[in-house]
């Protein structure tokens, strides 16, 4: 399946996937019908860097889908029996069965035959209060406001077993690229792990806009 990442520097136009891509062809349903590949709202150094910290985990959970593309870095380099938890309420379409982001997310993350996926359609807050599964591999990057993005951290790093890890995206600045002192993840790990240390996590990798953190033993 192809997927299209990001360019820096980031200038916030359409064409910073690729000089040849139809501004007429950015709707999700061009990418379900094939017409275009699936985009990420990553760069191609990020979605390495999740493949990499990705290797060998069993169990991972990732908040916010879109079209699919980090779910693809995830499931392509998961353990082989592993399974992948897709959280995202895909509540954007006004016609629930023409959901075509949805759509086109399914297709992109089903192109990958590895371990198995399971499709969570609801809010992160809401599929934490049934949860009760230790997590290897926690992906945030759902609700972008301080106060979504701090609830998902409060809510969900308490499964994340010991060296297990949490990935933070658009969570820090970065030459050429999107995010500002305003982004909720920014302020986030700011406030987190920069104004202080929390007892038993630590700064891990930081790379474009990812911030990735480790629970120590």
Not at 75 to 94: E, K, N, Q, V, W
Not at 130 to 150: A, C, F, M, Q
Request: hydrophobic residues 40%; without cysteine; neutral net charge.
């Amino acid at each position: 399946m192809k997927y299209a990442v990001l360019n820096l520097p980031y200038t916030g136009s359409p064409l910073d996937y690729r000089s040849d891509l139809s501004p007429s062809r950015l709707h999700p349903i061009h990418a379900w019908l094939g017409r275009r590949p699936v985009l990420a709202q990553h760069t191609a150094e990020e979605h390495a860097a999740l493949e990499r910290w990705a290797t060998g985990r069993s169990i991972i959970v990732e908040i916010g889908v879109a079209e699919g593309v980090l779910a693809m870095a995830l499931r392509r380099r998961m353990a082989a029996d592993g399974t992948l938890y897709l959280i995202d309420p895909f509540h954007l379409s006004r016609i629930p069965i023409f959901n075509f982001t949805k759509l086109a997310a399914h297709r992109a993350v089903g192109s990958v035959p590895r371990g198995k996926t399971v499709w969570i359609q609801s809010f992160s807050f809401e599929a934490s209060r049934s949860w009760n599964t230790p997590i290897d591999l926690l992906l945030i990057d759902g609700d972008h406001t301080e106060k979504g993005v701090r609830r998902d951290w409060e809510e969900w790093s308490p499964f994340v077993a010991p060296e297990g890890i949490v990935i933070l995206h658009d969570a820090r600045l970065f030459p050429g690229g999107w995010t500002t002192p305003d982004y909720g993840p920014v302020r986030l790990v700011d406030d987190l792990f920069r104004r202080q240390t929390i007892p038993g996590w630590r700064i891990a990798e930081e790379i474009h806009s990812l911030v990735i953190v480790k629970r120590e033993k």
